[in-house]
């Protein structure tokens, strides 16, 4: 599997790979971009064309919707008429008179069934004097707690007088069967008498308006200005606050169409406002079912897509190749240029531009050969240049402590023992100054720290103790000269002297994997931290402003110059316990070459 993901990984960096990728991709793009911008504009056109459709025949049915709600105004006014000038309402009637009065008004019912045409009605009469007519035997006896009656008695009460007021669409019993109704309310007489004249009109009539537009799965519905729906397919709608007006039209406009989702499915929602009625005429038409003819059109689209991107990879195979092919071969032959002589193979000759670039490419070869040469013989001196720099440096800051350290002796009158510690010290200086190499054995750089620790021993006697635990494995790894000696010193100078009863120093050498690590630690005065932050920071400094620095900055440029920013000095320190330096190089053996 991983062979597999490797060839892979191999045949996508190529510039071939690329370039086919490339090119498909922005045919691809270009292709598939067309298709849904033309499939998108077909689509919007589609349903623009379909929405005013939509609202023009929403239109028509607010035309007949108003047609009916003035009908019902019409008949309100004619029965007023006939009731003002028959007296009906103005003095208590006989039975007989009442009678009569009833069949007065049934016979003109007939006739204005004739004259308003289809437009099916009731009347509902209630007179202050008792009178009551009801011309379809409607059960009224429970109106007078129904919210909707409620609603139309304190509209006709608040408007002026004889104004005719709709009621919002309510159920009603007429000969023991459940109708849905809306009324048209108007009162009649004056001062403390207020007879009330409703025009029922059946809310069927309505929805026979839309039954015959009404798309399969969708649904026409009115409503009026307060939101309440005044006529639905489904009669539980009927008459109940379910719409909010204002969103209404806010979101979806008085005259437009709009795609919604409803239910996880998608809808054309087409709305107009009837001004005349006040009624909002809506209508929901799934698109599955409007856009079906959409479907011929993506067909052909995408036929049209499929067939462009197979055209598309084969042009992009061509131009490919054709660019690839001799590019590839002057990329292989730029692969055969790690060879010793630094001489790029010939190349087949291609078109003019590749001619140039392989003219170019062997004077770069050339160039860049010369200067590599150049470039590491200037690194080498200056390599050897800062090493002996150096070393240099830490050669006067040895000698000054140590010929400090006899002189001390010499003042206190410890002749013999300053005797001593000139003829260790001649001894160490020999040995010091013998070094010529860059880098000796950690054996050799042990044995010039003991010699070291013996001049420090006479000097101070039992205040200075020393420890070394070098397993026989790393004495033959090769480090840096002086790199143990300075660390030493600082520990004994600004660790143990200041310490008032007796100290030690323990050198310690490990491996770590392929690394090497030397330990100083002592348990002298130690350092708070603020010191110790500054002590650490002062090893990247380049110029050393504090002498009591210059032996551990030194030391860590050397082992980074040596072998690298990854190895180096660290230190840690805690004030009243002491000091450890950890020195971290490549665990290189004897004879060993320095990659």
């Not at 959409?294 to 190749?321: C, E, F, K, M």
């Not at 013998?434 to 420090?456: C, G």
């Amino acid at each position: 599997m991983n062979k597999w993901f490797e060839k892979i990984s191999v045949c996508t960096k190529k510039l071939r790979t690329q370039l086919f990728g490339a090119y498909c991709f922005v045919f691809t793009l270009f292709f598939i971009a067309v298709s849904l911008l033309v499939s998108g504009s077909i689509r919007d056109l589609l349903i623009k064309q379909i929405g005013s459709n939509r609202i023009a025949v929403l239109r028509q049915i607010g035309e007949r919707a108003n047609l009916i709600k003035t009908s019902s105004t019409t008949l309100s006014n004619l029965y007023t008429h006939e009731i003002i000038s028959h007296d009906f309402l103005n003095k208590p009637l006989s039975e007989r008179e009442h009678k009569k009065a009833w069949e007065y008004l049934d016979s003109q019912k007939k006739i204005y069934d004739e004259i308003i045409g289809p437009i099916g009605h009731e009347v509902v009469i209630w007179g202050e004097n008792g009178f009551f007519y009801n011309s379809g035997e409607i059960d009224t006896d429970t109106w007078v707690y129904q919210p909707w009656y409620k609603n139309l008695l304190t509209a006709m009460s608040e408007g002026s007088e004889g104004e005719v007021h709709f009621s919002r669409t309510f159920s009603a019993y007429k000969k023991g069967e459940r109708t849905y109704q809306f009324a048209a309310g108007r009162l009649l007489g004056s001062g403390d008498e207020k007879h009330v004249l409703l025009i029922l009109i059946d809310e069927k009539q309505l929805e026979d308006l839309y039954g015959s537009v009404q798309e399969q799965g969708g649904q026409v519905y009115l409503y009026d200005q307060n939101g309440f729906i005044v006529s639905h397919s489904n009669k539980k709608m009927l008459g109940k606050q379910f719409i909010d007006v204002n969103y209404m039209q806010k979101t979806y406009g008085t005259e437009n169409s709009n795609i919604i989702q409803k239910l996880g499915k998608s809808y054309v929602l087409s709305t107009h406002l009837d001004q005349k009625t006040g009624w909002t005429i809506v209508e929901e038409s799934p698109t599955k079912i409007i856009l079906g003819a959409l479907n011929d059109t993506y067909w052909i689209i995408g036929s049209i897509l499929i067939t462009g991107l197979i055209l598309a990879v084969a042009v992009s195979v061509y131009i490919s190749r054709r660019i690839s092919t001799p590019l590839t071969a002057l990329s292989d032959a730029m692969d055969k240029f790690g060879s010793p002589d630094f001489t790029p193979p010939c190349v087949a000759r291609g078109t003019q531009e590749i001619d140039h670039l392989q003219e170019s490419f062997k004077h770069m070869a050339d160039e860049i050969t010369s200067l590599m040469e150049r470039i590491q013989e200037r690194e080498k001196q200056k390599r050897a240049l800062e090493v002996n720099f150096l070393r240099a440096q830490i050669n006067p800051h040895f000698l000054y402590n140590t010929l400090f350290s006899i002189r001390c002796a010499v003042e206190v009158g410890k002749n013999e023992q300053a005797a001593k510690m000139l003829s260790a010290f001649i001894d160490l200086l020999r040995s010091t100054l013998a070094v010529k190499n860059t880098t000796i054995p950690l054996s050799d750089e042990l044995e010039t720290t003991r010699k070291y620790l013996v001049v420090q021993k006479l000097r101070y006697g039992e205040k200075i103790n020393y420890e070394i635990e070098m397993p026989k494995d790393t004495e033959d790894c090769m480090v840096p000269p002086l790199i143990l000696q300075p660390l030493v010193e600082n520990a004994i100078f600004h660790g143990l002297e200041a310490k008032s009863e007796a100290g030690t120093v323990i050198i310690e050498s490990a491996f770590q994997g392929n690394n090497l690590l030397l330990t100083i630690t002592d348990d002298g005065v130690g350092m708070d931290s603020e010191t110790l932050e500054k002590v650490r920071a002062s090893l990247h400094q380049t110029v050393i402003k504090d002498a009591h620095s210059i032996g551990m900055s030194n030391v860590h440029n050397r082992i980074r110059l040596n072998y690298g920013e990854d190895y180096g000095m660290s230190i840690d320190s805690f004030q009243g316990m002491g000091t450890t330096i950890t020195l971290l190089m490549p665990a290189i053996k004897q004879k060993e070459e320095i990659q």
